[in-house]
Nanobody, 117 residues
Framework: EVQLVESGGGLVQAGGSLRLSCAASGFTFDDYAIGWFRQAPGKEREGVSCISTGEGETYYADSVKGRFTISRDNNAKNTVYLQMNSLKSEDTAVYYC?????????WGQGTQVTVSS
């Protein structure tokens, strides 16, 4: 059974940092790209970042470029990280990690990030 478990969210002041983790299990982790999405109250879910397999090519939304860094640990931890620096109030949202496998989308339960100004 595929499982994605996010952690690391919390309340932080503007300008601060958080590191989110997405622990994955139930599939061959090395074979799949993993993405981070977020959803703010009253808004649609949006893509934030993703990381490929192999060389670990990365993608960032324009709104987080230069502030967020995605990485993955393909060893025993099977975890994807999202380092978030210089946080802004507009980064406040529930953050989800995502796996697209065959025709299915898998999501974690999400972790709340709240940035106070």
């Amino acid at each position: 059974e595929v499982q994605l478990v996010e952690s690391g969210g919390g309340l932080v002041q503007a300008g601060g940092s958080l590191r989110l983790s997405c622990a994955a299990s139930g599939f061959t982790f090395d074979d799949y790209a993993i993405g981070w999405f977020r959803q703010a109250p009253g808004k649609e879910r949006e893509g934030v970042s993703c990381i490929s397999t192999g060389e670990g090519e990365t993608y960032y939304a324009d709104s987080v470029k230069g502030r967020f860094t995605i990485s993955r640990d393909n060893n025993a931890k099977n975890t994807v990280y999202l380092q978030m620096n210089s946080l802004k109030s507009e980064d406040t949202a529930v953050y989800y990690c995502n796996l697209k496998r065959y025709v299915y989308d898998y999501w974690g339960q999400g972790t709340q990030v709240t940035v106070s100004s």
